[in-house]
């Protein structure tokens, strides 16, 4: 397998980490094929797909916390 620079992609694994307003998320040892020469990471279409279900699983779950900004300032008491 060649990369588009022409460097070699090898396999090994890696990390994938996604961060929105509600959540951050660190996949780590994930199967994954990364380019010798740029660093570039890809991963399998269906090691992408699952971890494609467990972001929308968790932007899910995260969206039924309630969160806010405190009812009073500290600097009141």
Do not use: N
Not at 7 to 31: A, M, R, W
Not at 36 to 59: P, S
């Amino acid at each position: 397998m060649e990369c588009s620079c022409g460097g070699v992609i090898i396999e090994g694994k890696s990390c994938y980490s996604v961060s929105t307003e509600q959540f951050y998320f660190v996949l780590e040892d994930v199967p994954a094929y990364q380019c010798t020469r740029c660093g570039k990471v890809l991963f399998g279409e269906d090691v992408a797909e699952k971890i494609q279900k467990l972001v929308r699983k968790i932007e899910r779950d995260s969206s039924e916390i309630i969160t806010g900004k405190p009812s009073v300032h500290s600097y009141d008491y």
